[in-house]
C-alpha cells in the first residue's frame, strides 16, 4: 500500500513539474518575442531595487496597514513553502516528518515559525478577501476587473486560506496521534498553532485520526502543485516575475524618454547636413503596433502585473473619467501576447490574424488622454512601465500613420519649420525682447 502512495505521489509531483515547466517555457517564449533591450548595467543598483521593491515590498508601505498584511502574506507564503520540501521528501521516500530526526528541537522551532506565519498569512487573506468584496474601494470596482480577472483574485485568497487551514488541520492531526502514541508519529514538540487544537481531536479513534491527517496531507500538497500550475494563467505570476522585473527595471531618470536614434539623426543632418552620410538607411519602423514591435521588458512588465490598479488610481486621466486605465494597457498587452503565443503553439510559428495590439486592443482615445506625467510608473510596487507602451503605440500613430489632432499637428509643423513650438520663424523669435525694452 505505501509503495502504490509513493507512485501515486511520483507521478502526480512529475506531471505537475511537467506542465508548469512547459508553461513557463511558452511564457519565456513568448517575452522574447519582444525588441532586443540592454538591460544588465549597474549591477549593484539592480539587486538593490530587487531586495527592496520585490522582496521588501518598498512601495508597498505608502499604505502601512495593507503593506504590513501584505509582506505577511507574501513572506509567509513563500517561507511556509520550505516545508514543502520535507512533503515531497516523505511523499517520494515514504517516511513521515523526515527531518524531524537530524534537526531535533531545532525542527519543533521551525514548524512553529511556520505556523505562526499560516496563521498571519490566513487573517491577512480573510481581511483580503472582505476589503476586496465588502469596502466599495474605487480601484477594485472598475470595469477593468469585470469577468474573469475579478473572479481570479477572489479564487488566489480563497485558495491560500484553504491551504493554510489544510496545514494547520495536517499538523493538530498529527500531534493529536503524537500525544496518543501512535506509531510512526514521533513526537516533535508541541505546536504553538495547531497544539492548542490537538486535545479535542485525542477522542477520536486512531484510524480517524489518521485519515484526517494523511487527507489534510494529501489534500495540502496536491493543492500546492495545483495552485503551482494555476499562477501562469492568474495575475498572481507576479509572485514569481516581481523578482526579474525588479531587477531589470529601466535606470535612467524618471519620465525620461526612449528617442529614436535615428530620428535624433534627421534632426542633427538637418543643422548640419554635411555631416550627413551618404549611405544612411531609414528606419524599418517607427513605434509599436503589435506586441513583437515592444521592448522585451515590456512584455515581461505584462506578465508581472499585478492588476492592483495603484497605476490607474494615480492617473489623472483615469481620475476625470477619460478611457485611460494603465492597468487595462498593461491587461491588453498580456492578453493579445498570450494570443499571440497560442498561434505560435498552433501553427509553428506566428502567422498574421489579421488583429494588432494598436486599434484591436489599445485605441486610440485611450492613448491620447495619456498625459506622460508618469504617475502610474511611479505608484506600480513592481517596477512595471505601461508609460513605455503608451508611449510606442502612440510614436507609431503619429509617425507611421499619420494619425494625430489637429492641433498637434499644428505643432508639429512649427517645429519642423521654426524649430521651436510656437509659428515664429527663428529670425523673429527675440522681437519679443525688443518689444520689452522699448516699452
Sequence with gaps: ??????????????????????????????????MDEDLTDNKPQRWKNMLLLAFGQK??????????????????????????????????????????????GFYTFLINCFEVLALTVLIGCVIFLARRNALKIKRFLSKDLNGWPRSDANYILITEIVLMSLFLLMNAADRALQLNGSAHYHDA????????????????????????????????????????????WSKHLHILLAF????????????????????QNEVKYMMQPELAPTDA???????????????????????????????????????????????????????????????????????????KLLNDYITVEE??????????????????????????????????DSNAPGEWNAMFSNVENNFAPWKFSPDERDKWAEEMQNN
Design 367 to 400: 492613448l491620447r488622454a495619456c498625459t506622460t506625467c508618469n504617475a502610474c510608473v511611479e505608484e506600480c510596487p513592481v517596477s512595471i512601465n505601461p508609460l513605455s507602451i503608451i508611449l510606442e503605440l502612440r510614436r507609431s500613430l503619429i509617425m507611421e
Design 189 to 232: 514538540g508541541n505546536f504553538i498553532i495547531s497544539g492548542l487544537l490537538a486535545p479535542s481531536f485525542q477522542g477520536m479513534s486512531e484510524n480517524s485520526l489518521i485519515l484526517m491527517e494523511r487527507s489534510a496531507w494529501w489534500l495540502h500538497i496536491l493543492g500546492i502543485l495545483a495552485f503551482l500550475n494555476y499562477l501562469p
Design 1 to 34: 500500500m505505501q509503495i502504490a502512495q509513493q507512485i501515486i505521489f511520483a507521478a502526480c509531483l512529475g506531471f505537475a513539474v511537467w506542465f508548469f515547466s512547459k508553461k513557463a517555457k511558452e511564457i519565456r517564449r513568448n517575452i522574447l518575442l519582444g
Design 244 to 263: 526579474p522585473n525588479a531587477w531589470y527595471a529601466r535606470l535612467t531618470n524618471t519620465g525620461e524618454m526612449n528617442n529614436m536614434t535615428s530620428v
Design 281 to 355: 538607411t531609414p528606419p524599418s519602423k517607427f513605434g509599436a503596433k503589435d506586441v513583437m514591435d515592444l521592448s522585451w521588458k515590456s512584455l515581461l512588465d505584462a506578465y508581472s502585473c499585478t492588476e492592483c490598479g495603484r497605476c490607474s488610481a494615480a492617473c489623472p486621466a483615469n481620475s476625470t473619467g477619460k478611457l485611460l486605465s494603465p492597468r487595462a494597457i498593461m491587461m491588453k498587452t498580456r492578453d493579445r501576447l498570450e494570443e499571440v503565443g497560442k498561434n505560435i503553439n498552433a501553427n509553428g510559428s506566428f502567422i498574421d490574424d489579421g488583429k
Design 59 to 104: 512601495k508597498m508601505f505608502k499604505n502601512p496597514f495593507v503593506a504590513v498584511l501584505h509582506l505577511f502574506i507574501y513572506l509567509g507564503f513563500i517561507i511556509i513553502n520550505i516545508e514543502v520540501l520535507e512533503i515531497v521528501l516523505d511523499g517520494l521516500l515514504g517516511t513521515h516528518r523526515l527531518f524531524l530526526s537530524p534537526l531535533g
